[in-house]
């Protein structure tokens, strides 16, 4: 069974950065597009990055391209989100998906992402 564990979510200062991480086991890493997604209580799951199976292609929401990044490693099944410029709205509980078919590019569709991890916390307030 796919297992997608996020980490590193945390309490921020508004301009401040955090990076999370999801460590993902039990399929091929390397030949699955990787997607960042968050939610907020109460609202829809909205997508905030993806990447390509390669690494070689990223994606972002409009929301937050030029602050956040997204990368991978695919020698320790890894996929990281680099969040700089914290802003109040992007609190959300961030979750990290797994594309269901590999070697797919990303979608912000959620039901063609078939796996999803726990979720960590991220809240940003002074």
């Keep these: ?15 401040g950065s955090l990076r999370l991480s999801c460590a993902a086991s039990r399929f091929t890493f390397s030949s699955y597009t990787m997607g960042w997604f968050r939610q907020v209580l109460g609202k829809e799951r909205e997508f905030v990055a993806g990447i390509s199976w ?5 994606y972002y929401a409009d929301s937050v391209k030029g602050r ?17 410029s914290l802003k109040p709205e992007d609190t959300a509980v961030y979750y990290c998906a797994k594309r269901s078919s590999p070697r797919t590019l990303w979608t912000p569709v959620l039901a063609l992402y078939d796996s999803w991890g726990q979720g960590t916390q991220v809240t940003v307030s002074s």
């Design 1 to 15: 069974q796919v297992q997608l564990v996020e980490s590193g979510g945390d309490l921020a200062q508004p301009g």
């Design 54 to 58: 390669s690494g070689l292609s990223t």
């Design 68 to 84: 956040f990044t997204i990368s991978r490693d695919n020698v320790n099944n890894t996929v990281y989100l680099q969040m700089n």
